[in-house]
């Protein structure tokens, strides 16, 4: 399994990627593939940061961080993460986020958000938000709502995150 940067070619495997990926998920509203195809468009969107796990030549997950700001701070955002069913619980995702982050690390991004479920993230060493002073921007159980420090000499930042407006929230 290699972990690569997507390319255009790559656009309609990862769009089925992320669609049969979370015909699975614990919480879905059927678009996560549609919300990628929208924030390619967007200035959020880091080509560096949207990866593709490669095993036979056949794409097996996609990870994508975009840029989100918190205050006057531009940091990332975590979404969406998908691997095939057949290949999960494999460490793919893991594998993929920890690319991820190393290159995020190289592009000099402090801090990324996500939100989603502890036991996948917190592995990866996200905690709750709130323990930076970061704040989503609906309402959540604080534990959903992570962030991980990527620099350990980043500042403290306090403040709301404001996502892309494909994620569609105000
Ligand atoms: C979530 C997802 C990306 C994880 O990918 P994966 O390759 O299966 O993850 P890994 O094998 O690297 O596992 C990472 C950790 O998360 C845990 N985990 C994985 N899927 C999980 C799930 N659905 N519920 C709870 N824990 C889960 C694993 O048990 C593992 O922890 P462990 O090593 O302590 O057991 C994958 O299951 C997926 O595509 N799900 C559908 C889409 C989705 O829900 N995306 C995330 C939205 S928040």
Redo the contacts with the bound molecule.
């Keep these: 399994m290699k972990i690569r940067q997507e390319n255009r070619k790559d656009y309609g495997e990862v769009y089925n990627v992320i669609k049969q ?2 015909l ?5 509203d059927g678009t996560e593939q549609d919300l990628v195809v929208a924030l390619r468009k967007g200035v959020s969107f880091i080509p560096d940061l949207s990866l593709v796990s490669v095993e036979n030549n056949k794409i097996i ?1 996609h990870i994508l961080f975009t840029k989100i700001t918190i205050g006057s701070n531009v940091e990332l955002a975590l979404a ?4 095939l069913p057949d ?9 993929l986020i920890t690319e991820g982050h190393r290159i995020a690390k190289t592009l000099g991004y402090d801090y990324s958000v ?4 502890p ?2 993230y917190g ?1 990866a060493g996200y905690v709750p938000a709130s323990t930076y002073g970061i704040k989503p921007p609906f309402a959540v159980r604080d534990e959903n709502f992570m962030a991980i420090k990527l620099n350990r000499d980043a500042k403290t930042l306090e403040g709301v995150v404001k996502y892309d407006n494909a994620f569609g929230i105000d």
């Design positions: 990926a979370f699975s998920a614990e919480h879905s997950g969406p993460l998908s691997v290949y999960q619980k494999r460490g793919i995702g893991s594998a996500v939100l989603g479920n036991r996948v592995k």
